[in-house]
């Protein structure tokens, strides 16, 4: 699986390349603090496989990368993504390393 610092993420935002950026955190979790992107919660993500582009890389994040490390490998092994990538450490990380 590929995986992403949040330091790698932050300055591929600021350079505003393509990619997609997804919190399958819950709905109040995303509202609480998110770092942009579209809100698909784990348990919605099937439901909603046609948001999901296989044209650009799809960064995928939760609180600590569990979450989007399952979603991801579910994804790849059923669909057969190949342009998913976990944020390492998830939001904590970024909350961590990302002072802005």
């Not at 995986?3 to 950026?21: P, T, V, W």
């Not at 999901?52 to 991801?72: D, F, H, N, W």
Request: with cysteine.
């Amino acid at each position: 699986m590929k995986s992403i610092s949040a330091m790698d993420l932050f300055q591929i935002i600021q350079r505003k390349e393509g990619c997609l950026l997804i919190d399958v955190r819950e709905v109040f979790e995303h509202y609480n603090f998110n770092i942009g992107g579209q809100n698909i919660p784990m348990s919605e993500i099937f439901e909603n496989i046609q948001r999901l582009s296989t044209e650009q890389p799809i960064i995928m994040y939760c609180q600590k990368g569990i979450r989007s490390a399952i979603v991801i490998q579910r994804l790849e092994e059923k669909f057969g993504f190949t342009n998913l990538i976990n944020l390492s450490g998830g939001v904590d990380a970024w909350r961590k390393d990302i002072k802005d």
